[in-house]
């Protein structure tokens, strides 16, 4: 079970920090569905037939097999719709940018907590109260079927896993690690849409993907160019490795320096923000 709880939890802990920080406001008119990101369309597509498919088995009286299906779930909100997600809650300059993925997953932890309500119903209970000003989740109504099934959005994105599945093996077996850049990746199939496309070229971290291949190639070259960046993405690692042993929050800013070598092109750096870590030596 802690593979369902966990995750869960995670995501629900996730959600409530950012729209602490966003101040987020459930209230607020709904960007239509039409016009939010293909993430937040596919999210919702899953969530609709995910209401179907409990709905139905439990107007049938089979539920063994419903928590099951939730957990399915909420493995693809964790590791797919989340961590692909990250960026786009973080506060830009207009409302409108973040308000979409806020909306999508306050709806869809709102709904889920309704969902497995008959299963486990005091974690549902905790997350439903706090998600909706205290009322309780078992004594609101149970979700109603939701009109943003989209087959054709869960098919490419379908498709788009598999791609990566398929380029992150290929990286595997040539030993390159995914922070490093490449150049491109050949993968079979048809070409995706720009708007998933763009989800594998950065699954992948590649600058560009060519659908039609007989099977999954790599350009293993490394340019300069690409291995600069490869390490400034290990930098980034670092330092957000070292932020979570010092326990910073998500909100918290530090002021971060490096020390070139003699050889770096790149003089010395730093780059100040509102709050500090300890000083530079």
């Not at 593979?3 to 629900?12: S, T, V």
């Not at 070409?191 to 099977?215: S, T």
């Not at 290990?234 to 020390?259: A, S």
Request: proline content about 8%; charged content about 25%; some cysteine.
């Amino acid at each position: 079970m802690q593979q369902f709880f966990i995750p869960l939890w995670n995501c629900y802990s996730f959600f409530v920090t950012y729209a602490r920080l966003d101040n987020f406001d459930p209230s607020t008119p709904q960007v239509p569905v039409a016009e939010r990101h293909v993430l937040d369309r596919w999210l919702l597509s899953r969530l609709s037939g995910l209401v179907d498919s409990v709905t139905t088995g439990l107007d049938a009286t089979t539920p063994t097999s419903l928590p099951r299906k939730i957990q399915r779930f909420v493995d693809e909100l964790s590791n797919w719709y989340v961590r692909r997600s990250r960026r786009r809650f973080w506060k830009s300059q207009s409302d409108r940018d973040n308000w979409p993925p806020n909306q999508t997953l306050f709806e869809t932890l709102s709904t889920v907590s309704r969902l497995m309500a008959p299963f486990v119903p005091f974690l549902a209970e905790a997350m439903y109260r706090n998600l909706s000003d205290g009322r309780s989740v078992h004594l609101s109504n149970f979700p109603d079927a939701m009109p943003w099934h989209d087959p054709k959005v869960e098919a490419n994105m379908a498709l788009a896993r598999q791609a990566v599945e398929a380029g992150l093996a290929a990286r595997d077996a040539v030993r390159i690690r995914v922070r490093q850049p490449l150049a491109s990746v050949a993968l079979p199939g048809e070409p995706l849409p720009e708007d998933i496309a763009v989800i594998v070229r950065e699954e992948l971290n590649v600058k560009q993907v060519v659908f039609g291949a007989p099977e999954v190639k790599l350009d293993t070259e490394i340019t300069e160019e690409l291995r600069l960046e490869g390490l400034a993405r290990e930098v980034v690692r670092l330092i957000q490795d070292r932020r979570k042993k010092m326990g910073l929050n998500v909100e918290d800013r530090i002021h971060t320096c490096f020390e070139a070598t003699a050889c770096s092109a790149a003089p010395s750096r730093s780059m100040p923000t509102t709050s500090r870590t300890r000083p530079c030596p």
